[in-house]
Each structure stands twice: as structure tokens, then as C-alpha cells.
């Protein structure tokens, strides 16, 4: 991987014992864990990646306790590491000798309008329990990503995460109105604002959201709900290259409009792999095509016909020799089945032995000519290495991931992460992309950060960082080098 842990923080002992006696008589000695075995599943990223170290979590219940916890901390001159659902993949929410501050107790839904089109959810709500709170309300909380069932709104905003409906919906970032934050010091910014206009100065809510807790930590939010969509076309189609799944975006795009709310990418190798190692999944089509595409179309209307609409759409790619077969699901168990293809790859991948994974993006336009030119890079650097890209073409996310060759010891392998990341980037700058695009920066790409990052946006990123946390105690070594 590209970048190391940083040291440990060590702490001084008595200090750090009178800080949990006074954090416990507050929150209840129960909630502040300090037994190794109870810390370990909460020390480790969910890849392995990152082996962290802390001598105790603390679990708040309420924002005032999460304020005077951090408050204590910052007196004591002790770093604090805020967490989730531990879902991250870049290891930024792994500690490193400061307290770890966990938010799953802070789960509760204070709000939800179905006239605002809002909902006010607390950082430790799972992604899922907010979808839920929001159907029931017979709204739309667009938000979809395979770990939904376990990750937290307070890690969704962190890493401004996006998903499957990006392309319609936005990003975590689209989708906020308003932040409730502890600042390093202990204060707390109220700004859980309901309003679509608000024009009073700076918004202060994006500094907060994507800084993966080192300028806060987010304790709550008001989250962005629609209308829920009342007719659905969810479809999958096989043909043969990524330049044909583009020409294929293009016409839905150009007929269905915002109907269009995902256009997922998938290669041949990621479906096999999704076939062969995922429970429950099955072949849609009848043979096997280079690529796979998966789009679905939603509407309010629920007269709306989608299902006709993309039969046209289809009808006129296969005159044209884009398209080689399709498949529309006939009813909602069908589209699940759809979507679990796609939904299984980033797990199935483990099978395959060890992967190199990218979170990168370039231009809609540009993504065939990224894939080609990377997959051909990394390939010439490592005969036999399988590349698996895939994603969110819609929005230009792809994770471009390289599987093992077969038969290569899995570490000797992913000893070459540094050389492939390098490899990747590069091609992904060449191109005016990003070097993340939902993930996040964390730990895993900190170093790399400046290779690709505008010098005057790193300046503006420390400035922001030494004025809001000048002693450098939240979320410690993430994100920025030096920090």
C-alpha cells in the first residue's frame, strides 16, 4: 500500500487515567472500554490494511456527552479519533494512540418532514435505518452503497460518500442541508438548517463534510429527502466494450433524462467472479458478454411505462450493433437479483486472492479510454495481473481493482500496491480525475495526496486545518501530511 501508519501517540499515564475516571463519571463507566479484546474488532479496517491502537473507546449517547468528552481531551492534550460503522476503506477512521470516540449509540431520528423533504438524523443512524425512516414517510432517501446495512451517517458524511444514484442524486454533500458539529475544543456549531436558500456568509457544512473528522466531529444532520419513485426499470445488458456502454448512456440519457438514475459498469471477469463466489446469485443472460451494463430508470408517476421506455432504447442500440442482448426485470425479486450481481463484486473479489484496489475519477467521457489505457499499463507492468473495473460509469467512479495472477503469492502481490497506485494515478491525472472518489483520503493516500493535488488547495487545506484545530487533536495523521 502507499502510505505507512503513522507512530503512535503515546500518552502519559497518569494523565490518561484521570481523563477516563473523569470521562466515565460523566457517560458511566460501562461506556468507556478499555478491555483488549472488546477494543480489537474496532482497531482493524475491514481489509486488513491498517492495525490501530488506542487505550480506550468511549461511546456517548448524546451530543453534550460527545462536547464534554472532547472538551476533557482537549485539555488533557489528547487526540481524538471519532468512528461508525468502521466500513472506511482508506483507514481513516482507525486510531493511533489518541481515544477513540465511537457514535453508534447516537442513533436516533430527532425529525422527519415529509413537506421539507427532510430528515435529522444523528451521526450513529446506519445508512439503512435512515432509508427506512424515509420510506415510511412514503420518501426517498437516495443514498445506496453495499455496506448500507452497517455503515453510519456520520462516516457517509466524512468521506462524502456516493453510491449507486450519484447520477441522479449527488453525492452526501448534495444531499445535506444542514451539520451539527463538535469542534476540537469541545464547542458545538448548531447548524442543523432546514432551509434550500441561505445565502449569510460562508457554508460552513462542506468544510465538515469530506474532512473525515480531522476539523470535527459531525454529531448530526439534516438530510435531503424526494418524493419516492413510483415506477422502476431496472435492466442489464451484455455487450462489448466500454465505448459501446458509453454510446449506450448516452441514448438513455438523451430519452429518459433524470428517469436515469444509475448506469453501473461491469467487465466479464467481475461477473464470473460474482457467479462463482456469491451465494444466491444467477446468470441473467444467456451467454457471456465482454462487458455488462446495469441501469435503472425510476419516476413519481407511477403511470409512467419505463420498462417500454428502455425496450425502445434497446431496440434502436441493437439496430446499431452497441448491444448485445438485455434483460428487464419483470418484477422487484427480478431486480434485486439484478442488483446483487453488482452489489456482490467488491466481496467476491477476496476469493480471487489479493487485490489492488483504485477509487478514482475521470470525465463521463473519458472513462473507455481510462479503462484501455490503465488496464493496458498495469498489465504490461504485471503479465497476468486481472484487472476488475467497474462501478459507477454513470458519474465516471471507477474502481479500477487488479486481482492477483493466478497462482502469485497473495503478499508478494500486494507488495507492489505503491507501483500500481502510481501507475493508475498517473493515467487518472492525465485525464483531469481525482485520485478518490467516494472512499476518501484517510490514511491509505495521504502521501500520495500531494503528488496530484493542486500546491495552492493543499495550502488552502492547512490553513483551514491549523485555524480550526490548531493543536492538531482531531482525527490526528489523516488526510493531510504533517498534520
Excluded at 88 to 96: D, N
Aim: glycine share 10%; proline share 5%; with cysteine.
Amino acid at each position: 500500500m502507499s502510505s505507512r501508519a503513522p507512530d503512535p501517540i503515546l500518552l502519559d499515564a497518569a494523565r490518561l487515567k484521570g481523563l477516563l475516571e473523569r470521562i466515565a463519571a460523566r457517560i458511566g463507566s460501562a461506556r468507556v472500554v478499555t478491555d483488549a479484546a472488546d477494543l480489537a474488532p474496532w482497531l482493524v479496517e475491514g481489509r486488513g490494511l491498517f492495525q490501530g491502537a488506542t487505550p480506550a473507546m468511549v461511546e456517548p449517547a448524546t451530543t453534550d456527552e460527545v462536547s464534554f468528552i472532547v472538551a476533557a481531551c482537549a485539555e488533557a492534550g489528547v487526540p481524538v479519533v471519532p468512528q461508525g460503522g468502521n466500513t472506511g476503506l482508506v483507514g481513516g477512521q482507525v486510531p493511533f494512540g489518541g481515544l477513540l470516540l465511537s457514535l453508534r449509540r447516537m442513533s436516533r431520528i430527532r425529525d422527519l418532514d415529509p413537506i421539507d423533504l427532510t430528515v435529522v438524523a444523528e451521526a450513529g443512524c446506519t445508512l439503512h435505518q435512515v432509508q427506512q425512516a424515509a420510506a415510511e414517510a412514503g420518501c426517498l432517501f437516495p443514498l445506496s452503497i453495499a455496506s448500507e446495512g452497517s455503515c453510519r451517517i456520520g462516516g457517509n458524511l466524512s468521506t462524502n460518500a456516493g453510491g449507486t444514484a450519484v447520477l441522479r442524486y449527488g453525492n452526501m454533500r448534495e444531499l445535506t442541508f444542514g451539520l451539527e458539529v463538535v469542534l476540537p475544543d469541545g464547542r458545538v456549531w448548531n447548524g442543523l438548517s432546514r432551509l434550500r436558500k441561505d445565502n449569510t456568509g460562508y457554508d460552513l457544512k462542506d468544510l465538515f463534510i469530506g474532512a473525515e473528522g480531522t476539523l470535527g466531529i459531525i454529531t448530526a444532520a439534516v438530510l435531503r429527502l424526494y418524493p419516492a419513485p413510483r415506477a422502476r426499470a431496472t435492466t442489464l445488458t451484455g455487450l462489448s466494450s466500454p465505448e459501446a456502454a458509453l454510446k449506450l448512456f448516452q441514448r438513455l440519457r438523451n430519452v429518459a433524462g433524470d428517469a436515469l438514475t444509475g448506469f453501473e459498469i461491469l467487465p466479464r471477469f467481475g461477473m464470473e467472479t460474482v457467479l462463482k463466489h456469491s451465494p444466491g446469485t444467477t446468470r441473467a443472460l444467456a451467454s457471456d458478454h465482454g462487458w455488462y451494463v446495469l441501469a435503472e430508470l425510476t419516476s413519481t408517476r407511477r403511470d409512467d411505462d419505463l420498462s417500454a421506455l428502455a425496450l425502445e432504447v434497446f431496440g434502436e442500440a441493437f439496430e446499431a450493433g452497441e448491444i448485445e442482448d438485455a434483460v428487464i426485470a419483470a418484477s422487484e425479486a427480478q431486480a434485486q437479483a439484478l442488483w446483487k450481481l453488482r452489489e456482490s463484486l467488491s466481496d467476491a473479489q477476496k476469493f480471487e486472492g489479493g487485490s489492488i484496489k483504485h477509487d478514482v475519477s475521470v470525465p463521463v467521457s473519458l472513462v473507455p479510454r481510462f479503462i484501455a489505457e490503465a488496464a493496458r499499463a498495469c498489465e504490461a507492468h504485471m503479465p497476468g495481473v486481472r484487472v476488475c473495473a467497474f462501478g459507477h460509469m454513470g458519474d465516471g467512479n471507477i474502481h479500477f481493482n487488479l486481482s492477483q495472477p493466478v497462482g502469485m503469492d497473495k503478499a508478494a502481490y500486494l507488495s507492489g500496491w505503491e507501483n500500481f497506485n502510481r501507475i493508475v494515478h498517473d493515467i487518472v491525472a492525465g485525464l483531469g480525475g481525482s485520485i478518490s472518489a467516494e472512499h476518501g483520503i484517510g490514511l491509505l493516500k495521504r502521501e500520495e495526496l500531494p503528488l496530484y493535488k493542486d500546491p495552492v488547495a493543499l495550502e488552502l487545506m492547512a490553513v483551514i486545518k491549523a485555524a480550526i484545530d490548531p493543536r492538531g487533536l482531531a482525527n490526528p495523521g489523516k488526510v493531510l501530511l504533517g498534520q
